[in-house]
C-alpha cells in the first residue's frame, strides 16, 4: 500500500528533481483530498503559493504537503475513533450505518459539495486543517454559523439546473439543499477550466503569485 508518510518525506527531500517532489505530493492528494482531488490541489497551489515554475520556490511544495499533513492528522484522529465505535456497535449487532454518514465517507454523487468536482476553484478558501474542524464540530452537534462547508454567511446564490433553481453559498458553491425535482445536477464552471492548464498552474505566476489573467486555469 502506498504510504502517505512514505511520500511525503519524498517532497521533503531536497536531493530529488523537482518533478519528482511534484509528483510525490500529487500521490499524497490521492491519498487524502478534502475537497476532491483536483480541487484540493488547486487550493493548495494558491494556499503554498506553488509557483508554475517550481525551481523558483523549492519550499513551496513541502508548505503544501504540510497543510495536507496537518488536516490529515487531525482526519486520521477522527477516522480512528469512528473505526473503533462502529467495531464495537457491530459486535452488540448494530450493523447498520447512522445516518447521515461521516463527512470523508461521502461520495461525489450524494455530498452537497459536488461542484468542487465540476469547477476544482470553487472550494472554500479555508485552510485545510480548518476545514477538517469544522466538519469533524458538526458531527459532534456544533451549530455553526454560516455555511455548513465554510462558513460565508452572506445569501445563498441562485443557480439554474435547467428546469429549477438550487440555491449555492457564494463562498464555495456548497449547495444545502438538492433541486425540487429531488436530484443533484452539474454545475456549469462559471469560466471553463482545464485540467491540464491548473496541473501545470497556469493560473500562477511563475513567481507564485496568482496570474491575474488565468484566475481559475
Known amino acids: 500500500m502506498t504510504s502517505f508518510l512514505t511520500h511525503r518525506a ?20 490521492t491519498l487524502f483530498a478534502p475537497y476532491g482531488f483536483r480541487a484540493t490541489y ?12 517550481l525551481e523558483a520556490d523549492p519550499d513551496a511544495l513541502v508548505r503544501a504537503v504540510e497543510e495536507l499533513h496537518e488536516a490529515r492528522v487531525l482526519w486520521l484522529a477522527r477516522a480512528e475513533e469512528y473505526a473503533a465505535r462502529r467495531r464495537a456497535e457491530k459486535q452488540a449487532g448494530r450493523r447498520a450505518v447512522a445516518n447521515p454518514r461521516p463527512w ?4 461525489r454523487w450524494e455530498g452537497p459539495d459536488r461542484a468542487w468536482y465540476e469547477d476544482p476553484s470553487r472550494h472554500p478558501p479555508l485552510r485545510l486543517s480548518e476545514y477538517v474542524r469544522r466538519q469533524n464540530a458538526m458531527m459532534d452537534g456544533a451549530d455553526l454559523p454560516g455555511c455548513p462547508a465554510c462558513g460565508d454567511e452572506r445569501p445563498l446564490e441562485p443557480n439554474s439546473t435547467g428546469h429549477g433553481w438550487v440555491e449555492l453559498c457564494r463562498g464555495c458553491a456548497w449547495a444545502p439543499a438538492p433541486c425540487p425535482c429531488g436530484q443533484r445536477h452539474r454545475l456549469a464552471p462559471e469560466m471553463p477550466y482545464g485540467w491540464k492548464g491548473i496541473w501545470q498552474r497556469a493560473h500562477m505566476g511563475d513567481e507564485g503569485m496568482p496570474n491575474p489573467h488565468r484566475p481559475t486555469g
Not at 16 to 28: D, E, G, K, N, Q
Not at 42 to 53: D, E, G, K, Q, V
Open 10 to 29: 519524498r517532497v521533503h527531500d531536497a536531493c530529488l528533481p523537482f518533478r519528482s517532489r511534484h509528483s510525490a505530493l500529487r500521490t499524497c492528494i
Open 42 to 53: 488547486h487550493h493548495l497551489t494558491l494556499s503554498a503559493a506553488i509557483p508554475r515554475r
Open 104 to 107: 470523508w465517507l461521502w461520495s
